[in-house]
């Protein structure tokens, strides 16, 4: 059994900042990509930013210079700290492990809303 507990989403104004957090446990071997997805209403899910085993990060052109992806390999967690937020980054936040190089892994998703 795997879990994927995400934690850190809520309420904002914009020009804020939030962490969220995504912790993986249970029967999860051979991590090599973590990251996180969002879902606006009535849009598709959209990367948002993904980070290596060995660091190497990647972020939506949306989201660079705002957000910063790290991770903590020996407590399988991955940060995804939030700062200058928008109205429009409102959306569920999704956390994805990849494990084995072919296993995806999906967290139950977190709401962050941007308002003033």
Do not use: H
């Not at 934690?7 to 957090?21: A, F, H, I, N, T």
């Not at 849009?43 to 980070?51: F, G, H, W």
């Amino acid at each position: 059994q795997v879990q994927l507990v995400e934690s850190g989403g809520g309420l904002v104004q914009p020009g804020g900042s939030l962490r969220l957090s995504c912790a993986a446990s249970g029967r999860i071997f051979n991590i090599n990509v973590m990251g996180w997805y969002r879902q606006a209403p009535g849009k598709q899910r959209e990367l948002v930013a993904t980070i290596t085993r060995g660091g190497r990060t990647t972020y939506a052109d949306s989201v660079k210079d705002r957000f910063t992806l790290s991770r903590d390999n020996a407590k399988n967690t991955v940060y995804l700290q939030m700062n200058s937020l928008k109205p429009e980054d409102t959306a569920v936040y999704y956390c994805n492990v990849i494990a084995a190089i072919t296993t995806s892994y999906w967290g139950q998703g977190t709401q962050v809303t941007v308002s003033s």
